[in-house]
Structure formats: C-alpha cells, structure tokens
C-alpha cells in the first residue's frame, strides 16, 4: 500500500521559542525517486505550497511567507522528510500535509501522493 504519514504537529506559542519538526514516513514506494514538498490548508483558504525538495538535485524552493524560518530536508535512507519550523507565527497555524511528486511545484494537482495531514497551531 503506497502511503504517506505526517507527525509532529500539535500547539506551540508564537516567537523566537516556538519551533516543531515534522515528519513524513514513506511506505510502499522508494521517497527517494520523486520530488517532495510540504503544503498547508488553513481555515476557509486554499491549499498552499509551503517548500518542496527536488529528487536530483537536492534543490529547494520555499514559500516568501517561510523563508529564513523553514527547513525542507529528507532522509532517503529511512524513507523520510522532515519540516523543521522555527519562530512559528499565529499566520503558520494550518493543516499540514507532506506530498510525493516528479518535480518540484507550488501546485498541489502536480503532486500524485500525499499524507493525511497534520494539525499545527500557533497561539498563546
């Protein structure tokens, strides 16, 4: 069964201090072939891109509203890609989701696997 699952979501306070890492295990099929990117849904908005990694290269793209306090990465030996968020804004609150693609997009409809999202809130 091809299968994406997020973790590490939950509820953290807004600042130089607010930070959470998440994950996103592969199962079914090799991470490490495809493209990989994070996007995120908030309440009555569209679904965004937030970063993406690219297979070949390693090359990575970031949303304006994350650069500087977000970090794609991906672990091909266990399968697994991260987002690491640092001085977390209450703006950043949203439904997470990792997804699996051949190249790197800000379109999620270019993106063929994805994992059931995530929730992070950023309030204090």
């Known amino acids: 069964q091809l299968q994406l699952v997020e973790s590490g979501g939950g509820l953290v306070q807004p600042g130089a201090g607010g930070s959470l890492r998440l994950s996103c295990v592969a199962s079914?099929?090799?991470?490490?072939?495809?493209?990989i990117a994070w996007f995120r849904q908030a309440p009555g908005k569209e679904r965004e891109g937030v970063s993406c990694?690219?297979?070949?290269?390693?090359?990575?793209y970031y949303a304006d509203s994350v650069k500087g306090r977000f970090t794609i990465s991906r672990d091909n030996a266990k399968n697994t890609m991260y987002l690491q968020m640092n001085s977390l804004k209450p703006e950043d609150t949203a439904v997470y989701y990792c997804?699996?693609?051949?190249?790197?997009?800000?379109?999620?409809?270019?993106?063929?696997?994805w994992g059931q999202g995530t929730q992070v809130t950023v309030s204090s």
């Open positions: 997804a699996a693609g051949l190249l790197c997009s800000p379109a999620a409809t270019d993106f063929g696997f």
């Open positions: 079914g099929f090799t991470l490490g072939y495809y493209a």
């Open positions: 990694i690219s297979s070949d290269d390693g090359s990575t």
